[in-house]
């Protein structure tokens, strides 16, 4: 079965830090893009970051710009969103997705092939 799994979400104080996990199982991510996108209550989903194949290009929406982080370790089928001085407003569900690209580039939008179920991200004191 085809999965991924978020993990490492919680609820810290403003300008605290969290270091998100994503998975993969049944399936290697050697030739997906991966993004991380978050969705506020009564807000529109947004897309955060994303990684390239090889993890050489990378994007962020400028929100989170300077903040966060996104890595990957092919090796463990793993990808990693290091998020650091967050504030109240990046309070959401965070979840992350992959892409089949042919290409070693990335972007937040498109039509992503499997998304996880989603962690929770509180920002509050």
């Given at each position: ?20 996990s ?40 400028d929100?989170?710009?300077g ?54 991200v509180?920002?509050?004191?």
């Open positions: 079965q085809l999965q991924l799994v978020e993990s490492g979400g919680g609820l810290v104080q403003p300008g605290g830090s969290l270091r998100l994503c998975a993969a199982s049944g399936f290697t991510l050697d030739y997906y893009a991966i993004g991380w996108f978050r969705q506020a209550p009564g807000k529109e989903r947004e897309g955060v970051s994303c990684i390239s194949r090889s993890g050489s290009s990378t994007n962020y929406a929100s989170v710009k903040r966060f982080t996104i890595s990957r370790d092919n090796a463990k089928n793993t990808v990693f969103l290091q998020m650091n001085s967050l504030k109240p407003e990046d309070t959401a569900v965070y979840y992350c997705a992959a892409i089949l690209r042919l290409n070693d580039l990335c972007a937040l939008r498109g039509a992503y092939d499997y998304w996880g179920q989603g962690t929770q509180t920002v509050s004191s």
